[in-house]
């Protein structure tokens, strides 16, 4: 095969090899091979015969060099797909784009997943789509020391806005009221609710009732178009299938519970993260309450009321209840799953303080910037909150010694959280030690 070299070369490979092979002066070899000393002399330096890569080096406009580094070892680490990287690393890189990340991906050869065990790439399937309000309903049971309850959940296909409750009994007033509560919740108009052939939903081969089966009833209340699932056909329904097993994954599978109250109010705080701090790769990177709050802007007529009204907070969220010393002892979770409904917790405690449970809270919110085990994004929320109810210098000394001796996304992170604070009007006075912190290298 001939050898490929760029278009101002004056030396071959044999030749470059000879001349790092001959003992001869520079001046020898220029004249015998008619080229530059200087060529002769670079050559001979050189380990290889091998061209050197021309023309402008890949590098990222955007990332760091250690903030390379840290999403390509998150997508080694986790084998998540792009968008979910992406979502992750925003909370630590602000200024990061999905372009971006790509591109770092395939800088360094991580930009396409491992194929599966056949050798080809996961399937991908996509439900068919439809307007928003159509929704999957359906219910598993669960099991405390009280002994077994039942877990009724109901999502949206396209908003993925997801409700769930817990009953001691599977019956089908149960499950006509469960939907009945669901309906009156959403902002917008149902159209139609999938359910499969349980009894706790349709009429059986062999049942009759006056009036027809109580979920049916509720669904004419509010014309509502009730479809079921073909017989044993369970993935018709999967999409609430799914969400049940997450469900199960985030509380059940994870923690035991001594009473139904506890896994209650674990399973509602988790589903207030979810509709609005989990941010989901099919809404293009919304949480369901942004996305419902982006649909009422582009089709105000199929919403009964405007749901930013619908504000993240106890006794606001669409009906939801919790206990705001719940919300409080929900600061001591830990791991990976569970930072999101942490900061979510910190979010809402930024705008809704009871100096009731001042003393408490802030007592929380300290273990959180002592413990090894909390991530930044939660320790300089934490450090932000006690600075902002207590004035105390070692929480502000704490939050710049975060951002002075760690790495640049520390800065970044901060100057986000509390832009984001302000834009929210739980902003407090900045002082001025902070603020020339926070300001870009440039402006000092």
């Known amino acids: 095969m001939g050898q490929v070299l760029h278009g101002s070369a004056r030396t071959t490979q044999a030749v470059r ?55 390509v070892a998150f997508r080694r680490h986790t084998l998540l797909p792009l968008d979910d990287c992406l979502y992750a690393l925003q909370e630590t890189i602000p200024q ?33 789509d439809y307007p928003i309000g159509y929704l999957h309903v359906d219910f598993a049971q669960v099991q405390t020391e009280e002994g077994k ?5 109901a ?32 902002p917008y108009k149902v159209h139609t609710v999938l359910t499969d052939n349980g009894v706790q939903f349709t009429l059986q081969p062999h049942q009759w009732f006056p009036g027809g089966h109580s979920f049916a009833r509720v669904c004419r209340q509010f014309g509502v178009e009730h479809r079921l699932t073909k017989p044993a056909h369970p993935w018709t329904n999967g999409q609430v299938e799914r969400f049940n097993r997450t469900l199960k994954e985030a509380t059940v599978q994870r923690y035991h519970y001594q009473t139904t109250q506890q896994l209650n109010e674990h399973l509602q705080a988790f589903l207030l993260a979810y509709n609005h701090a989990k941010r989901l790769k099919t809404l293009r990177g919304l949480t369901p309450h942004e996305f419902v709050c982006a649909q009422w802007q582009k089709n105000p007529a199929i919403f009964t009321r405007d749901p930013t009204q619908l504000t993240l907070g106890l006794y606001t969220y669409w009906g939801l209840d919790l206990d705001y010393r719940t919300c409080i002892n929900f600061l001591d979770l830990k791991g990976e799953d569970n930072s999101y409904m942490v900061s979510s917790v910190i979010h809402y ?8 449970y001042l003393e408490e ?10 413990s090894a085990e909390a991530y930044q994004t939660e320790q ?7 600075y902002r109810h207590t004035h105390y210098p070692e ?48 402006d000092k």
């Not at 396209?158 to 919740?185: C, G, H, I, N, Y």
């Not at 405690?349 to 009731?356: A, D, G, I, M, S």
Request: contains cysteine.
């Open 96 to 128: 990061l784009s999905r372009s971006a990340l790509h591109r770092c991906f395939q800088r360094h050869g991580v930009s396409r997943l491992p194929l599966t065990e056949d050798g080809r790439p996961p399937a991908r399937k996509k439900f068919k």
């Open 349 to 356: 405690l930024y705008e809704n303080t009871k100096y009731t």
């Open 361 to 370: 809270l802030i007592e929380k919110l300290t273990a959180i910037t002592e």
């Open 149 to 153: 309850q039942y877990l009724f959940v």
């Open 17 to 71: 090899a000879a001349i790092q092979r001959s003992q001869e002066s520079l001046q020898t070899l220029a004249q015998r091979h008619g080229i530059n000393p200087k060529t002769v002399a670079k050559w001979r330096k050189r380990p290889t015969t091998a061209d050197q890569p021309m023309g402008p080096k890949p590098a990222s406009t955007v990332l760091t060099e250690e903030e390379e580094q840290i999403a």
């Open 380 to 386: 300089v929320q934490a450090a932000l909150m006690l």
């Open 395 to 442: 929480h502000l000394d704490f939050l710049i010694d975060l951002i002075e001796n760690g790495q640049e996304q520390n800065r970044m992170l901060a100057t986000s959280i509390l832009s984001h604070s302000c834009n929210q009007g739980a902003c407090f006075l900045i002082p001025e030690r902070l603020k020339a912190v926070l300001s870009p290298p440039g």
């Open 155 to 186: 999502i949206d296909r396209t908003s993925k806005v997801a409700f769930a409750e817990l009953q001691p009994r599977a019956t089908r007033m149960v499950a006509a009221d469960f939907l009945r509560r669901v309906l009156e919740k959403l």
